[in-house]
């Protein structure tokens, strides 16, 4: 991988080093990357790895294969509540909200580059970054409408931060794929660049990064944070009370069963 130097290799995640700057490399490509139990508890390890090292001033996030990450792994049974319920609260808050979390308050610049699909949370894992490129084939989904889900991971507040509201509830009720090109008109991400050419591009934004002003940006961070994502701690915790209501339901059920016989799903409403 270019002359980035192998510094841990996780079950689902690589962590490269170059000088300063570190590449978190999601590496589950023959499931597009999806987030299964391990692949939660690998990146909460490395976001605070990388956070913590004082070596580190930039950070750049990607993905092995044909995606960037396609969003939970449905095919990997969460935990149960007493009830036989699945337990997506659990889920939720001692897995991805620190992720999010510890991207948005990293005093370092974190830059997403983003190859294929950046799917329900990763999606949010993308939009917690600082900037986002993406190849011209990628896209971007709020896919959680499409099994009976709400918006978590923080896409609740990062989507309209960046779009605004009207883009964000289309995003959100009509579940439709958002191109890479219309991403950057809408303000969703920064920069688009053809496919061939992202690795290189995001390589040299993370490297000018890394040897920037750490201190300016951590500040800038700071800054931005109070003034777009200072309910962040109380709106991931909210959105992960609604998200575990639509658990209960009956049509998060059928769009799983749905999703599993790769049919439209037939929501009840209920």
């Not at 690589?14 to 987030?35: D, F, I, S, T």
């Not at 990763?122 to 709400?150: H, M, P, Q, T, Y």
């Not at 991400?189 to 002003?213: C, F, K």
């Not at 109380?234 to 009956?250: K, P, V, Y």
């Amino acid at each position: 991988m270019s002359d980035y130097e192998l510094v841990r290799e996780y079950a689902t995640i690589n962590l490269y080093r170059r000088g300063a700057a570190a590449k978190v490399e999601l590496n589950r490509p023959e499931r597009m990357n999806a987030w299964n139990t391990q692949f939660g508890f690998d990146l909460v390890d490395a976001v605070k790895a990388t956070g913590e090292d004082a070596g580190v001033r930039a950070v750049l996030i990607t993905g092995a294969g044909r995606a960037f990450s396609s969003g939970a792994d449905l095919k990997d049974a969460p935990p149960v509540n007493d009830d036989g319920s699945p337990d997506l609260y659990s889920v939720l808050t001692e897995r991805y909200h620190p992720i999010i979390t510890g991207i948005r308050r990293m005093p370092k610049p974190v830059i997403a580059a983003v190859n294929g699909a950046a799917a329900g949370i990763g999606l949010s894992l993308a939009l917690a970054c600082d900037l986002i490129l993406a190849a011209e084939s990628a896209f971007f989904l709020l896919a959680f409408v499409n099994i009976g889900l709400v918006p978590d991971g923080g896409s609740s507040v990062l989507v309209p931060a960046r779009v605004g509201f009207a883009r964000a509830i289309e995003m959100a009720m009509l579940g439709n794929r958002v191109e890479a090109r219309q991403a950057l008109d809408w303000g969703l991400i920064n920069q688009v660049w053809p496919d061939g050419e992202l690795s290189v591009r995001a390589d040299e934004l993370v490297s000018r990064m890394a040897a920037g002003p750490t201190r300016s940006y951590a500040g800038t961070k700071r800054q931005l944070n109070n003034w777009l994502f200072h309910n962040m701690d109380a709106q991931l915790e909210f959105e992960a009370g609604i998200q575990q209501e639509m658990a209960t339901s009956a049509d998060f059920a059928e769009g799983v069963l749905a999703f599993a016989g790769k049919r439209q799903p037939r929501f009840s409403g209920g």
